[in-house]
């Protein structure tokens, strides 16, 4: 049982570059989510996904896109990369029950130069 | 705005040592608060939580937190620290009152268990 799977591991762009992000879970769950975490600040929450076919903003969206067009993978694009962008990314997923808590992906580090 | 304020950047205890972490809360409803726990270049895992109900939550790895209305508090605490137990702590709360994992952070905090 793999639980939630994030590739690549490591990144390294270039400003202006685009790349996807993807992330793969096998428990079933309704909910994703994409959280950046930065020195400092803890976690914040990119998008998110209450099932198949849909999205929606969290709390930082603006450079980032994503789709879920299946119900166990959930791609977070960078359409042009931006130095401020560098960070670690973290995708996780919950059944979407009330009290149910997320389950994380070991995270994908990307450098933007 | 909603908020979670972890006071300690970091927090050094003796091994067989009492441990607690600091967590604040901004008051909003009645929020679900959270503890994750982050190892080196791993992903956050899920410690306990509190929904309603007995103010002392237990949870994994013999961790429980106090949760303090009064206050604004929930606070993790261990009776005896492991070294095992060094990493970072993430308290986290429920955006407004329902748990849709939407989740506002702390800043983290580190502990660090000495032999």
């Known amino acids: 049982n793999a639980g939630v799977t994030q590739t690549p591991k490591f990144r390294v762009l270039k400003t202006g570059q685009s790349m996807t992000l993807l992330c793969a879970q096998d428990m079933n769950h309704e909910y994703m989510y994409w959280y950046r975490q930065d020195p400092g600040m803890g976690l914040r929450l990119i998008h998110y996904?209450?099932?198949?076919?849909?999205?929606a903003k969290g709390e930082v969206p603006d450079g980032y896109n994503v789709s879920r067009l299946k119900k166990q993978n959930f791609l977070l694009g960078l359409e042009s990369a931006a130095p401020s962008q560098t960070s670690v990314y973290f995708c996780?997923?919950?059944?979407?029950?009330?009290?149910?808590?997320?389950?994380f992906g070991n995270g994908t580090r990307l450098t933007v130069t | 705005a909603q908020s979670v304020a972890q006071p300690e950047d970091q927090v050094n205890v003796a091994e067989g040592n009492p441990l607690t972490v600091k967590c604040t809360y901004s008051v909003s409803g009645n929020p679900y608060l959270f503890w994750y726990v982050q190892y080196p270049n791993r992903g956050l895992q899920f410690l306990l939580k509190?929904?309603?109900?007995?103010?002392l939550v237990k949870g994994s790895y013999g961790f429980e937190a106090e949760f303090n209305k009064s206050q604004t508090s929930f606070h993790l605490k261990k009776p005896s620290a492991l070294v095992s137990d060094s990493a970072l702590y993430f308290c986290a709360r429920s955006r407004g009152s329902s748990n849709t994992g939407k989740l506002i952070f702390g800043q983290g905090t580190t502990l660090q268990v000495k032999p």
């Open positions: 996904s209450v099932g198949e076919g849909t999205t």
């Open positions: 996780a997923s919950s059944p979407g029950t009330e009290y149910s808590p997320l389950h």
């Open positions: 509190y929904i309603t109900g007995d103010n």
